[in-house]
């Protein structure tokens, strides 16, 4: 039940001292939580919200003190705690290192504007030994306040395993902590470690897919700009940071693809219209055979340029269409393999007239008869072969132009 404000005794519910209290929310509303403190028993699942309870809502029995965690319907739960380990509550808790509480310390924490005698829940300090729960003395009118240790929380007997405090406002709203810290701490060498009991989202927390955990959170399928990532930013000592998807490096252009695509289908970027992804019938199948091809071209003969000399190396790795120029009059070639299994070509023209040409050993012809080169100047001789791996079985048609 919430009760608008500021807060007036007169207008407020009647709230019996064993039932209930009121928990500040803002400076204009609080909120009445229904609680039972003389109850003969422990709390069970039933007390629960349709019995009137909610989270923080607190249940004792001679002594022992319990805060209801979740107040689901026939599922409530309820955490056992001792009356002496409760801070009171803080209005706000920090997300990033203060560097200096002695005179700059921010007026504006999370968003919201400190006064004087508020007290802070410090839990994101690169030093953690400084972490603890702080008063404001002087708000200051930016980042030249001064904070001390509150009352409360400044010796080390205040500070218990498992001592609990509740955050009211901001980043950490209607949060609780419990102080994860082993006993004894001694306050100023040890670090003092705080744990959303709430929710598991403290910002220096690191989380792992305990129980499904993560699996377990809601999946939004379509992110806007103004969502949310939370990142350690490595040029502050890695203090966590929220980040809007908005405020993301870009990349050099757009990759998107079609709404839909062919199955096994080659992909292919749309030069036209930017830098998207089209969608291809041609295919490459689980055997890896290429499918549906009308035409495939070559981007250009690759040419050896012109022989002057006594040999000369044909790289395979060139290209699969090749031409060579002979201009002395006996030339002996040699073949350098392709990275695989192929049919080649070679276009051998006639520079000087009657050059001849001496083939590899790899070469086989058919019946072992080397096939005829042409001897007219700028005539044509086609050979092509066909490589299995090791050996290049040839074939020519001579005396083209």
């Given at each position: 039940?919430?009760?608008?404000?500021?807060?007036?005794?007169?207008?407020?519910?009647?709230?019996?001292?064993?039932?209930?209290?009121?928990?500040?929310?803002?400076?204009?509303?609080?909120?009445?939580?229904?609680?039972?403190?003389?109850?003969?028993?422990?709390?069970?699942?039933?007390?629960?919200?349709?019995?009137?309870?909610?989270?923080?809502?607190?249940?004792?029995?001679?002594?022992?003190?319990?805060?209801?965690?979740?107040?689901?319907?026939?599922?409530?739960?309820?955490?056992?705690?001792?009356?002496?380990?409760?801070?009171?509550?803080?209005?706000?808790?920090?997300?990033?290192?203060?560097?200096?509480?002695?005179?700059?310390?921010?007026?504006?924490?999370?968003?919201?504007?400190?006064?004087?005698?508020?007290?802070?829940?410090?839990?994101?300090?690169?030093?953690?030994?400084?972490?603890?729960?702080?008063?404001?003395?002087?708000?200051?009118?930016?980042?030249?306040?001064?904070?001390?240790?509150?009352?409360?929380?400044?010796?080390?007997?205040?500070?218990?395993?498992?001592?609990?405090?509740?955050?009211?406002?901001?980043?950490?709203?209607?949060?609780?902590?419990?102080?994860?810290?082993?006993?004894?701490?001694?306050?100023?060498?040890?670090?003092?470690?705080?744990?959303?009991?709430?929710?598991?989202?403290?910002?220096?927390?690191?989380?792992?897919?305990?129980?499904?955990?993560?699996?377990?959170?809601?999946?939004?399928?379509?992110?806007?700009?103004?969502?949310?990532?939370?990142?350690?930013?490595?040029?502050?000592?890695?203090?966590?940071?929220?980040?809007?998807?908005?405020?993301?490096?870009?990349?050099?252009?757009?990759?998107?693809?079609?709404?839909?695509?062919?199955?096994?289908?080659?992909?292919?970027?749309?030069?036209?219209?930017?830098?998207?992804?089209?969608?291809?019938?041609?295919?490459?199948?689980?055997?890896?055979?290429?499918?549906?091809?009308?035409?495939?071209?070559?981007?250009?003969?690759?040419?050896?340029?012109?022989?002057?000399?006594t040999t000369k190396t044909i790289d395979w790795g060139n290209g699969q269409k090749q031409k060579v120029t002979l201009d002395y009059a006996a030339i002996t070639l040699s073949f350098t393999a392709p990275p695989g299994v192929g049919?080649?070509?070679?276009?051998?023209?006639?520079?000087?007239?009657?050059?001849?040409?001496?083939?590899?050993?790899?070469?086989?012809w058919p019946s072992q008869s080397e096939a005829p080169q042409s001897t007219p100047i700028n005539s044509v001789d086609i050979y092509t072969f066909y490589?299995?791996?090791?050996?290049?079985?040839?074939?020519?048609?001579?005396?083209?132009?």
């Amino acid at each position: 039940m919430r009760v608008p404000g500021p807060v007036n005794p007169g207008t407020l519910p009647v709230i019996l001292e064993t039932e209930g209290f009121l928990r500040k929310v803002d400076e204009t509303e609080s909120v009445v939580h229904k609680s039972n403190l003389t109850a003969s028993t422990p709390p069970t699942a039933s007390d629960d919200s349709a019995a009137g309870y909610s989270v923080y809502s607190i249940w004792v029995v001679d002594g022992s003190t319990w805060v209801c965690m979740d107040a689901t319907a026939s599922n409530a739960v309820w955490q056992e705690v001792t009356t002496d380990a409760i801070w009171r509550p803080c209005k706000v808790g920090t997300n990033a290192n203060i560097a200096n509480f002695s005179g700059g310390a921010p007026l504006l924490v999370v968003g919201i504007t400190m006064v004087a005698d508020d007290r802070v829940l410090v839990l994101s300090q690169t030093d953690q030994t400084e972490n603890g729960i702080y008063r404001v003395v002087t708000p200051g009118t930016g980042v030249d306040g001064t904070w001390v240790r509150a009352y409360d929380a400044v010796a080390d007997e205040h500070f218990v395993d498992g001592k609990l405090v509740m955050v009211e406002l901001g980043f950490y709203n209607t949060k609780l902590f419990t102080l994860a810290t082993n006993n004894p701490v001694e306050l100023g060498t040890d670090d003092i470690i705080f744990t959303d009991l709430s929710s598991a989202t403290d910002a220096n927390a690191v989380h792992v897919n305990v129980d499904d955990e993560i699996i377990g959170i809601t999946e939004k399928e379509t992110p806007v700009g103004a969502d949310l990532l939370l990142i350690e930013d490595s040029e502050a000592s890695y203090a966590k940071k929220r980040l809007p998807l908005s405020n993301l490096p870009s990349g050099s252009g757009d990759v998107a693809g079609p709404a839909s695509s062919t199955d096994n289908g080659i992909a292919r970027f749309n030069g036209t219209g930017g830098k998207t992804i089209q969608n291809s019938d041609v295919t490459v199948d689980d055997d890896e055979n290429v499918e549906d091809v009308n035409t495939l071209t070559f981007a250009s003969e690759y040419d050896n340029g012109t022989v002057t000399g006594t040999t000369k190396t044909i790289d395979w790795g060139n290209g699969q269409k090749q031409k060579v120029t002979l201009d002395y009059a006996a030339i002996t070639l040699s073949f350098t393999a392709p990275p695989g299994v192929g049919n080649f070509l070679l276009k051998v023209v006639q520079g000087g007239g009657g050059d001849t040409i001496t083939w590899p050993s790899s070469v086989d012809w058919p019946s072992q008869s080397e096939a005829p080169q042409s001897t007219p100047i700028n005539s044509v001789d086609i050979y092509t072969f066909y490589y299995d791996g090791t050996t290049y079985y040839g074939t020519g048609n001579f005396d083209f132009g």
